[in-house]
């Protein structure tokens, strides 16, 4: 009898020893799935600020282009507006794609195209409105982050990287299931980047990125 009492203790203690593991297993992988949401979290604060400070910076450029039409001459105005070039640009695609990418594109062409000549009345009045576009990009940039549960902490904005892209560095804090008190507090922000759409006139357009921090 005792042989038996003692092999059913050894069972319950390995039965509640290998419960005990596969707790901590499922805890750890659990941790590694939350990494991968909070990950996630980072990517898409990323990627919705870097769509929203865009948004300002066309603001800015279609203030510029109604600024640039209103000083023509007659003589240009008998030719043709920036405004109507972009309508007329804008008609010509074909795509399947909604109306505000067909406006971007438009505007890029014709920028790109009037660039391209040495608009020399163009580039100042562009590069003045988008640079007095910042503040609020990077404000709106900043806005979403915060309102999507990322982090700004160690974040960055960037007008605009080399894909002539405005380039946003988010992140999101990270906290797991199990151990967390061993993270240390300077490892908990997972980041990523997120990439608004590119604006090709730059190409012609004299322009210093600038880089600025949250």
Same mark, same amino acid.
């Given at each position: 009898?005792? @042989? ?14 290998? *419960?005990?593991? *596969?707790?901590? *297993? ?23 600020? @870097? ?5 300002? *910076? ?24 920036? +405004? ?19 406006? +971007? ?21 562009? +590069? ?71 604006? @090709? ?6 322009? @210093? ?6």
């Amino acid at each position: 009898m005792k @042989s038996i009492h003692s092999e059913k203790g050894n069972i319950t203690i390995v039965t509640l020893a290998s *419960m005990g593991g *596969m707790i901590v *297993m499922f805890l750890i992988i659990f941790s590694m799935a939350n990494a991968f949401l909070v990950k996630g979290k980072a990517t898409n604060s990323a990627e919705q600020a @870097s769509i929203a400070a865009s948004a300002e *910076m066309y603001k800015a450029i279609n203030e510029a282009i109604d600024e640039y039409d209103a000083q023509l001459t007659l003589d240009d105005l008998l030719a043709e507006t920036l +405004r109507d070039k972009i309508q007329d640009r804008k008609q010509s695609i074909m795509r399947p794609i909604s109306d505000s990418e067909k406006e +971007r594109i438009a505007i890029n062409d014709v920028l790109s195209s009037e660039l391209s000549v040495l608009n020399l009345q163009l580039s100042p009045i562009l +590069r003045n409105k988008m640079t007095g576009a910042l503040t609020n990009a990077q404000q709106a940039a900043r806005d979403v982050i915060l309102a999507n549960g990322g982090e700004t902490l160690n974040g960055k904005i960037i007008f605009f990287n080399s894909n002539h892209q405005i380039e946003v560095h988010a992140s999101a804090r990270y906290e797991a299931f199990f151990m967390d008190s061993l993270i240390d507090e300077s490892s908990r922000n997972i980041s990523d980047e997120g990439y608004g759409p590119k604006l @090709s006139f730059l190409e012609k357009l004299s322009w @210093s990125v600038q880089e600025r921090n949250f």
